[in-house]
T-cell receptor
Framework: QKEVEQNSGPLSVPEGAIASLNCTYS??????FFWYRQYSGKSPELIMS????GDKEDGRFTAQLNKASQYVSLLIRDSQPSDSATYLC??????????????FGKGTHLIIQP | ETGVTQTPRHLVMGMTNKKSLKCEQH?????MYWYKQSAKKPLELMFV???????ENNSVPSRFSPECPNSSHLFLHLHTLQPEDSALYLC????????????FGNGTRLTVT
């Protein structure tokens, strides 16, 4: 059973600080890793994708991947109140030639305090 | 229209009703998905279609029946549902099955009474 683990939070961070969100996954064959943001009552929206070890930066967001440790993280710099949302980690892999879609974690609820 | 659109946005149905959820993607993607999102649970993959062929049925009860008439449209037919089936049902599409991210529709909030 493929699993993706996240701390459900809530994670409370002061405005302007760095928010750090973490995720571990169980399937060593995983190939693609994504972070989605979901506001209450809305559908998830993609904010970052990462496919190889190391860091990937996009604006205030940095995704970090360590396949040896089966760990992926998301850093949000200069946190804003509008960043308050649930952040979903998602991992995809292919097993036996079939398709499994994305496996999601339960999400981390992030609160940015003004 | 752009992106992934789902209808209806909200649906209330009795346990003996039959209804259908509709999804349409305008992104030219090859894969489409149904996910279920319940409170306090991760998103659960229900069905995956690639080029109109079903490639995954994630042990979903037969009271949920998907249909994919072409690569742009996906339906979820519902019949004799249970109250525990109340959830947010999300449609998504992706360019391919493994490496591409998902693009979600706005979802259908389903309540079974």
């Amino acid at each position: 059973q493929k699993e993706v683990e996240q701390n459900s939070g809530p994670l409370s961070v002061p405005e302007g600080a760095i928010a750090s969100l973490n995720c571990t996954y169980s399937d060593r064959g995983s190939q693609s890793f994504f972070w989605y943001r979901q506001y209450s009552g809305k559908s998830p929206e993609l904010i970052m994708s990462i496919y190889s070890n190391g860091d990937k930066e996009d604006g205030r967001f940095t995704a970090q991947l360590n396949k040896a440790s089966q760990y992926v993280s998301l850093l949000i710099r200069d946190s804003q109140p509008s960043d308050s949302a649930t952040y979903l980690c998602a991992v995809t892999s292919r097993s036996g030639g079939g398709a499994d879609g994305l496996t999601f974690g339960k999400g981390t609820h992030l609160i940015i305090q003004p | 229209e752009t992106g992934v659109t789902q209808t209806p946005r909200h649906l209330v149905m009795g346990m003996t009703n039959k209804k259908s959820l509709k999804c349409e993607q305008h992104l030219g993607h090859n894969a489409m998905y149904w996910y279920k999102q319940s409170a306090k649970k991760p998103l659960e993959l229900m069905f995956v279609y690639s080029l109109e062929e079903r490639v995954e049925n994630n042990s979903v009860p037969s009271r949920f029946s998907p249909e994919c008439p072409n690569s742009s449209h996906l339906f979820l037919h519902l019949h004799t549902l249970q109250p525990e089936d109340s959830a947010l049902y999300l449609c998504a599409s992706s360019q391919d099955l493994v490496l591409s991210p998902l693009h979600f529709g706005n979802g259908t909030r389903l309540t079974v009474t």
